[in-house]
């Protein structure tokens, strides 16, 4: 519960919350438990004020509660178990592409600032040269460091307000959790770059060495940093890389699986049905009447009512055993996942029975399970054999089990199917959706829909249409969003890290010309030039990605959790990846080398 939350009695804080049922299973031996004061107002409370005194008034006038009661509202929240789940699934996947970007540009930053301090150092021994002391040089990188630091600075300032906006667009409910920059938080910003500058400036002038002159050539110590950073941008291009190969992987195998029934032509049509009993029309032939009523219509191929229909957000649980008196449950100590059905309901989604029959009017006896608990519960067992207890207050009545139907994924097919029951509709009580075959336009099925309903009670309200390809649309969009994520993410990690290898090698080539051709004047081949710089490239690669691997491996479980019957260590894909990978490097590294050598001749004039 939120921490704004209010204890349901005042003077207690609440740390844990279970339903009124559980809590005659966790305390059985109490033979007088009484539910809390309290009531579950499910649903958006706008006006909680006019709410507040049409519900005192409703409580006085229906409840005859007439003592100065003061009601008070204690905002809640509750989330699926299962969507919980989702979303710490998708969360897991974007927080270890944020790592594998935030370092990629890290490095990216360091490698564009050691490029450029290696012309400063350059610069640095030219004005020596010309008389600077090194006071004047101290001051001036001073003055480079402040100024880079202020720019990045005015470039965070500005980009803030953008990446903002979007996170406000894609995440609303960041509105509450953004903040601006305040000026204390500007000025740690600043230090702390300054600081981390002046440290790899340091350490740069420190341990890497350049030389000026025309016959200057790149020191051991700038190809070794050169390739290391390099190393360290393709290890992490590679790793991207190869996440997004898995990511299309798994959204694959999740195309090809089925969900159980067939979206097209299928509306799901649900209103509001009073539960006044002045208005309830809880007759025990109400749910026939109406579908014979729907069925009368031209514009309807099929239709049919269920209690929970797919991806609509809705369920419902009840007390299910074995005839020995095990429970039917997902995990210990649940409910049963049990959907109320018409008939022609299998039928009309596309659901494929694999042997028996589905339900028929008025045989409330008679339910029909799905595969995942049939294989659970009766594997190799006849169907006339097979039977289920329902718990009842009165206790457990024998239900026959009449058919098994193919697994529903009602929420997705990445999410794992629960053992689920159906039984008949025995009446109307609102909680039911009607679910039509049709491929007539929505409106005129909504048109149609109301006089036929309006025909059979009056108190059928707020009719409302959603085609079930938009819900399976509406369900697979996070999914395909993380995969335009995944994959441009990639991409751009790829490309940057070709661009550094093409510039870092057309500077390291372009810098060493004159000790290139002095080699290839010496007697030297290409491939001998190109295996010297290979060389230093793959000893650096080699020990940067067993270091990015080890890193990777110990958060492989957040990949995992979210890819669909995909294994986080594919071989051929790693192979392949690698394979191509650097293979684009080596050519990059060989073409460079090869442009360099065919000038030899004006590099030694």
């Not at 610069?123 to 990045?152: P, W």
């Not at 803030?160 to 305040?182: E, G, H, Q, T, V």
Request: net charge positive; with cysteine.
């Amino acid at each position: 519960m939120p921490k704004e939350f209010k204890s349901f009695k005042r003077a207690y804080e609440p740390k844990l919350l279970i339903s009124y049922s559980q809590l005659k299973r966790i305390l059985p031996q109490e033979s007088s438990l009484t539910p809390d004061t309290f009531t579950y107002i499910l649903g958006n409370v706008k006006n909680k004020t006019l709410f507040l005194s049409l519900l005192n008034k409703h409580l006085q006038n229906e409840m005859f509660i007439f003592d100065n009661t003061e009601l008070k509202f204690s905002d809640g929240i509750g989330v699926s178990p299962t969507h919980f789940n989702k979303i710490i699934k998708r969360l897991n996947l974007l927080q270890l592409l944020y790592y594998i970007l935030l370092s990629f540009s890290f490095i990216a930053f360091c490698a564009f600032y050691c490029a450029e301090s290696i012309k400063k150092q350059q610069e640095e021994t030219i004005r020596k040269l010309c008389g600077a002391n090194n006071t004047h040089i101290f001051v001036q990188q001073i003055i480079d460091i402040a100024l880079t630091s202020l720019l990045l600075i005015i470039v965070m300032c500005v980009l803030y307000p953008l990446s903002d906006r979007i996170s406000a667009i894609l995440l609303p409910s960041l509105n509450k959790l953004s903040s601006s920059f305040s000026l204390f938080t500007l000025a740690v910003f600043y230090i702390v770059i300054i600081t981390f500058l002046s440290a790899l400036s340091y350490f740069q002038r420190r341990w890497v060495h350049s030389s000026i002159g025309r016959g200057q050539s790149a020191t051991t110590s700038e190809k070794v940093q050169v390739f290391s950073l390099l190393s360290l941008l393709t290890s992490l291009a590679i790793t991207s890389v190869y996440i997004s190969s898995l990511v299309i992987y798994s959204q694959i195998n999740l195309n090809n699986k089925s969900m159980g029934f067939n979206a097209d032509n299928i509306l799901i049509a649900s209103f509001s049905f009073p539960q006044s009993p002045s208005e309830a029309f809880n007759a025990n032939n109400s749910a026939q009447q109406l579908i014979q009523q729907l069925n009368s219509l031209p514009i309807i191929e099929e239709v049919s009512l269920s209690s929970a229909p797919p991806l609509s957000d809705r369920s419902g649980f009840s007390a299910w055993y074995t005839v020995t008196g095990q429970a039917i449950s997902s995990v210990k100590s649940a409910s049963t996942a049990s959907h109320r059905v018409s008939p022609h309901y299998f039928k009309t989604i596309g659901a494929k029975l694999i042997f028996g029959q589905s339900v028929q009017w008025q045989q409330y006896q008679n339910i029909v399970v799905n595969s995942a608990l049939w294989d659970q519960y009766f594997a190799g067992t006849e169907l006339s054999q097979a039977y289920l207890l329902a718990q009842f207050d009165t206790g457990k009545v024998k239900h026959k089990v009449v058919g098994v139907v193919n697994d529903i994924y009602n929420e997705g097919a990445d999410t794992p199917v629960q053992p689920t029951v159906y039984n008949v509709i025995s009446a109307l009580t609102g909680f039911e959706t009607i679910i039509i075959k049709t491929h007539a336009p929505i409106t005129q099925v909504e048109s149609e829909l109301q006089r036929a309903v309006r025909a059979l009670s009056v108190n059928f309200n707020d009719l409302s249409l959603t085609p079930l390809s938009s819900l399976v649309k509406n369900e697979q969009a996070p999914r395909n969003a993380l995969l335009i994520i995944t994959v441009v993410c990639s991409s751009i990690l790829l490309l940057s890290a070709f661009l550094y290898n093409y510039s870092s090698i057309k500077q390291l080539t372009a810098k060493s010309s004159t000790e290139l051709a002095l080699r290839r004047a010496m007697g030297a081949r290409s491939y001998q030039i190109c295996y010297l710089f290979l060389k230093l490239f793959f000893t650096a690669f080699v020990i940067t990605h067993i270091v990015i691997i080890a890193l990777f491996f110990t958060q492989h479980e957040k990949l995992q959790t979210f890819l669909f019957q995909q294994s986080v260590f594919d071989l051929n894909t790693i192979l392949t990846v690698h394979l191509v990978i650097l293979l684009a490097v080596i050519c990059i590294i060989a073409i460079e080398i090869k442009k360099t050598l065919n000038n030899s001749w004006n590099n030694l004039t």
